[in-house]
Nanobody, 115 residues
């Protein structure tokens, strides 16, 4: 089992920055890929960014060039640095951990970007 706890959400004006963190505990050695997803009101959950255990990163086109995902394997942390935020980035952001047999989710953290 893997437990994920997100932190760092909040309210920010358009153009501002926020940094989300996700702390993993439990069977962390089984984690292959960690990532961030988001869900806006009335919309489906969508993938934002992911990072492999080796450090390879991928981003959704909507956030490429503005968001940066990073991972500290020693501390079992994954961060999402979000710059030049837009109102359309408003959503609940969820941390995700993928093992070979399971998919784990955090409880989510709210990010609100005002115009």
């Amino acid at each position: 089992q893997v437990q994920l706890v997100e932190s760092g959400g909040g309210l920010v004006q358009a153009g501002g920055s926020l940094r989300l963190s996700c702390a993993a505990s439990g069977s962390t050695r089984s984690i292959n890929v960690m990532g961030w997803y988001r869900q806006a009101p009335g919309k489906q959950r969508e993938w934002v960014a992911s990072i492999s255990s080796g450090g390879s990163t991928n981003y959704a086109d909507s956030v490429k060039g503005r968001f940066t995902i990073s991972r500290d394997n020693a501390k079992n942390l994954v961060n999402l640095q979000m710059n030049r935020l837009k109102p359309e980035d408003t959503a609940v952001y969820y941390c995700n951990a993928l093992t070979t047999i399971n998919n784990y989710w955090g409880q989510g953290t709210q990010v609100t970007v005002s115009s």
